[in-house]
């Protein structure tokens, strides 16, 4: 169960908030023992780091006095000291190493005084006090000094608990119980905030009867009990704590019992569809949810989606950069920040709606005469001769759409309602790319919704039939063209095919004109006047991409393929033209189903292919990770998030994680830096991602020509890294690029280039991990828009620039952990 790094409030399809309080209480035995040694501020860190809702300590003195954290009586289980505590100062006590013996990563860890403790940990996390070898005046005087009485529940005798109580009225008490019988008879000399029962003894009946008394019932999962079916029947019973030294396991028998016994379960029905014909409302159809035992069915209902208005930004400064080599200034304006104070725009300007003046409002400048600019990538830049001279400051106002999804969730009572999402990041600096909004824990989210960015009609996504014009010469009615693939752009386009030549037999020339907005410098562009794009000769014996001509004569493939082979034997005429509607997919049903995670879901073939790293963390030893990539790797946050998932799941081991990746770099320059940026760090796993530098070079090679110069190059690693021996190999797929931006940009391409490393992986021995399946299947895998979480630069980036875990970093990081998981 890979939850170790990922926040609990994040999930693939959007975030989720808490509404109810859990179904029960978790405590870290000792702290978080398995992650760092026990009773050790680490431990205590990681409890935190994982949502501990308690930490339970031991407390024992020192043989002047000095209280420590420490289990046993002795010090030599986990210590390099032996004998008794209490026969020791405090300061030989201190100059003990309590981390070695656990793993050489914690050599020199301290066993903590009762105050370093306190003082770090308390108000952070419920504590749980074994009071062990402690005074009950001296216990309540530290909990004092410290503001820890509200947050602490004490273990102990009943008489000892009785003397705290004295002390301090307000103290919360545990007092040990082992049968249901006792509960009376220890109610009767001192009623206890909590009762802390063994196992064994836990009943319905027992917790029934201590919840009537007005006491909690506390237990620990230990041995043989830790396990998903003893868990799961004590929240039945209503357990109000369960202490273990496994949180991971209790989270997730906690997340199933929430599944189970609270979130409604779709059982039929729920699917959201658009209207006929689709306007900016919603239909979701009837059908029937599971809460528990019980079924609920709903009724069909319709739900409206507001359109999301543009943003108005009246002032900001914008810092107006040199035009080096394009005509315009096409594509993003550099990396980094955007919005008001970071001299960046936002993006997808509305077109006619830029002013450019002066900072002092003196001047206003005038567009192609003195800058040019990109509605899309929201880029301005000085035009040739005119009065803004480039690295100049200028106060620009503009508007600019905005995208937003909203959600229908179900709450446990069977209510279906829209939860409307924001249209502004978290961070207000970062590109207006919209995330999914939170849904309280106890709802279901039936699906997600994309409105915005000039398109406020809500459609499922479809491809029309081509249409052919009625002054077409050929007779092409009874054998039309046929439209195929799917359409990954999110604004609806009707599509104009025109011939240009005929052609010999099976070729024939085309030019392609689209509506709507090109993702440039123009406005909005219509069927009266065509802007039609670049010539394109095609064979007609197979469907070839019917590429989107955006500006400055370039095209982008939305998937959309177009087949003549159907027409058979009908002549083409020059000027020939038909017409093809496209609607954006914008409902995102959660119902469809997830794609794989491995090829064939062979997970355990692709384990045998690193077992000597898997071996050397199962046996505590150090292991050094290499990543080896572009910008996905050198500015994403995935390879903290393994390294730090790695280490977590082999806490005895010591993980050292090395990222020599480069932006902009291709296999071809990661190739030359094997020797000095890999084989230097002594790896033993190395992790290739070049997926999108990749993709671009070979996207221009002909595979009809044999090997071209990426699968060379990737052979040329591969032996190179066999050859110097003792290094297991991952390649990794990440993210799609964005298609408006380069013509390599294409699902197909990307797909090819992913193929290619899965056979040299077969070939060479090397696990696969391929993300990029998310990529293909966003709307099944994560209910969204893939191009809304490219959140660094709208391009090729999935990380943002200041909220970095708000990304797609998670699931190449969560995909790859899969693969080295522990044997239970």
């Known amino acids: 169960m890979i939850l170790l790094f990922l926040p609990n409030w994040l999930t693939p399809w959007g975030a989720v908030g808490k509404d109810f309080e859990k179904p029960v209480q978790v405590s870290h035995h000792r702290g978080a023992l398995k992650y760092a040694p026990e009773n050790t501020l680490p431990a205590f860190e990681k409890s935190i780091e994982l949502g501990a809702d308690f930490v339970e300590f031991d407390i024992r003195p020192s043989k002047d006095g000095v209280y420590f954290l420490l289990h046993d009586r002795n010090l030599d289980r986990t210590t390099d000291g032996e004998g008794p505590i209490n026969e020791m100062t405090a300061e030989e006590i201190d100059k003990l190493?309590?981390?070695?013996?656990?793993?050489?990563?914690?050599?020199?860890?301290?066993?903590?005084?009762?105050?370093?403790?306190?003082?770090?940990?308390?108000?952070?996390?419920?504590?749980?006090?074994?009071?062990?070898?402690?005074?009950p005046e001296d216990l309540i005087e530290k909990l004092r000094k410290y503001h820890a009485v509200d947050s602490s529940v004490v273990y102990g005798g009943v008489h000892y608990l009785a003397q705290l109580k004295e002390l301090e009225p307000s103290i919360k008490t545990l007092a040990p119980l082992s049968d249901i019988e006792e509960i009376d008879s220890i109610v009767k000399e001192?009623?206890?905030?909590?009762?802390?029962?063994?196992?064994?003894?836990?009943?319905?009946?027992?917790?029934?009867?201590?919840?009537?008394?007005?006491?909690?019932?506390f237990s620990d999962a230990m041995g043989e009990h830790e396990n998903r079916k003893d868990y799961l029947q004590a929240i039945g019973w209503g357990i109000d704590l369960i202490q273990t030294n496994h949180p991971d396991r209790v989270k997730a028998a906690i997340e199933e019992y929430i599944e189970m016994n609270i979130r409604p379960q779709l059982l039929d029905g729920g699917?959201?569809?658009?209207?006929?014909?689709?306007?900016?409302?919603?239909?979701?159809?009837?059908?029937?949810?599971?809460?528990?035992?019980?079924?609920?069915?709903?009724?069909?209902?319709?739900?409206?989606?507001?359109?999301e208005p543009p943003l108005l930004v009246d002032r900001q400064l914008y810092r107006v950069h040199a035009l080096t080599d394009r005509k315009s200034p096409g594509h993003w304006d550099g990396e980094g920040p955007r919005g008001p104070g970071t001299h960046r725009s936002y993006q997808r300007l509305v077109p006619g709606s830029l002013v450019v003046s002066s900072t002092d409002g003196s001047t206003v400048y005038r567009p192609d005469?003195?800058?040019?600019?990109?509605?899309?990538?929201?880029?301005?830049?000085?035009?040739?001769?005119?009065?803004?001279?480039?690295?100049?400051?200028?106060?620009?106002?503009?508007?600019?759409?905005?995208?937003?999804?909203?959600?229908?969730?179900?709450?446990?009572?069977?209510?279906?309602?829209?939860?409307?999402?924001?249209?502004?990041?978290?961070?207000?600096?970062?590109l207006l790319l919209p995330y999914p909004p939170a849904i309280p824990e106890s709802s279901l989210r039936l699906g997600n919704i994309f409105t915005g960015w000039t398109n406020n009609k809500i459609t499922e996504g479809s491809i029309g039939d081509f249409v052919p014009d009625s002054q077409n010469e050929s007779s092409s009615e009874a054998t039309p063209l046929e439209a195929g693939g799917r359409y990954d752009d999110i604004?609806?386009?009707?599509?104009?095919?025109?011939?240009?030549?005929?052609?010999?037999?099976?070729?024939?020339?085309?030019?392609?004109?689209?509506?709507?907005?090109?993702?440039?410098?123009?406005?909005?562009?219509?069927?009266?006047?065509?802007?039609?794009?670049?010539?394109?000769?095609?064979?007609?014996?197979?469907?070839?991409?019917?590429?989107?001509?955006?500006?400055?004569?370039?095209?982008?493939?939305?998937?959309?393929?177009?087949?003549?082979?159907?027409?058979?034997?009908?002549?083409?005429?020059?000027?020939?033209?038909?017409?093809?509607?496209?609607?954006?997919?914008?409902?995102?049903?959660?119902?469809?189903?997830?794609?794989?995670?491995?090829?064939?879901?062979?997970?355990?073939?692709?384990?045998?292919?690193?077992?000597?790293?898997?071996?050397?963390?199962?046996?505590?030893?150090?292991?050094r990770v290499v990543f080896l990539g572009e910008s996905?790797?050198?500015?994403?946050?995935?390879?903290?998030?393994?390294?730090?998932?790695?280490?977590?799941?082999?806490?005895?081991?010591?993980?050292?994680?090395?990222?020599?990746g480069i932006g902009g770099e291709n296999i071809l320059g990661g190739l030359p830096r094997l020797e000095q940026d890999v084989f230097s760090k002594d790896p033993d796993l190395v992790i290739v991602e070049y997926l999108i530098n990749d993709s671009g070079v070979n996207f221009r090679h002909d595979d009809s020509e044999g090997p071209g110069p990426v699968e060379t190059s990737h052979r040329e690693l591969l032996q190179k890294i066999q050859d110097h021996g003792g290094i297991e190999v991952v390649y990794l797929t990440a993210n799609m690029g964005n298609p408006?931006?380069?013509?390599?940009?294409?699902?197909?391409?990307?797909?090819?280039?992913?193929?290619?490393?899965?056979?040299?992986?077969?070939?060479?021995?090397?696990?696969?991990?391929?993300?990029?399946?998310?990529?293909?299947?966003?709307?099944?895998?994560?209910?969204?828009?893939?191009?809304?979480?490219?959140?660094?630069?709208?391009?090729?980036?999935?990380?943002?620039?200041?909220?970095?875990?708000?990304?797609?970093?998670?699931?190449?990081?969560?995909w790859l952990l899969k693969l080295f998981q522990p044997k239970e």
């Open 97 to 135: 190493d309590a981390g070695s013996s656990f793993s050489d990563r914690f050599a020199g860890e301290k066993i903590p005084t009762l105050d370093q403790f306190l003082e770090e940990i308390s108000g952070r996390v419920g504590l749980y006090v074994d009071a062990k070898e402690i005074s």
């Open 190 to 217: 001192f009623k206890p905030y909590a009762f802390d029962c063994s196992w064994d003894a836990l009943s319905k009946e027992l917790i029934n009867h201590a919840h009537q008394l007005g006491i909690k019932v």
């Open 271 to 307: 699917r959201i569809r658009q209207t006929e014909p689709p306007s900016g409302k919603v239909i979701l159809e009837a059908g029937v949810v599971k809460v528990g035992s019980q079924r609920i069915p709903f009724d069909t209902q319709v739900f409206e989606i507001p359109p």
């Open 369 to 430: 005469v003195d800058y040019i600019y990109d509605y899309y990538w929201g880029s301005i830049k000085p035009a040739t001769g005119g009065a803004i001279q480039p690295n100049t400051d200028v106060a620009i106002a503009y508007k600019c759409h905005r995208g937003r999804y909203d959600t229908i969730a179900i709450d446990p009572s069977g209510k279906a309602s829209i939860v409307r999402g924001e249209s502004m990041p978290p961070d207000p600096t970062e």
């Open 491 to 623: 604004l609806p386009r009707d599509y104009l095919v025109e011939i240009e030549e005929p052609g010999p037999v099976g070729i024939a020339t085309y030019r392609v004109a689209a509506t709507g907005d090109p993702y440039g410098v123009d406005p909005p562009r219509s069927l009266d006047e065509p802007v039609f794009g670049p010539s394109i000769r095609t064979s007609t014996q197979e469907a070839t991409p019917l590429l989107f001509p955006v500006n400055d004569g370039r095209t982008a493939d939305y998937s959309l393929r177009i087949d003549f082979r159907p027409m058979g034997g009908t002549v083409l005429a020059k000027g020939d033209r038909w017409t093809l509607r496209a609607d954006p997919r914008m409902i995102f049903n959660r119902d469809a189903s997830p794609p794989e995670l491995f090829p064939n879901n062979e997970i355990e073939g692709q384990r045998k292919k690193i077992q000597k790293t898997l071996e050397r963390l199962e046996q505590g030893e150090k292991v």
């Open 632 to 660: 996905t790797t050198s500015g994403g946050y995935w390879p903290t998030l393994f390294a730090k998932g790695l280490q977590d799941l082999y806490p005895r081991a010591t993980v050292e994680a090395f990222n020599v």
């Open 740 to 814: 408006a931006f380069v013509q390599a940009y294409t699902f197909e391409n990307f797909r090819r280039t992913s193929d290619l490393y899965h056979r040299l992986c077969e070939e060479f021995g090397c696990a696969y991990v391929d993300s990029f399946r998310v990529w293909e299947n966003m709307g099944e895998a994560m209910g969204q828009y893939f191009i809304t979480r490219l959140k660094g630069n709208m391009v090729n980036h999935p990380f943002g620039n200041q909220d970095i875990a708000w990304s797609a970093d998670e699931t190449n990081a969560e």
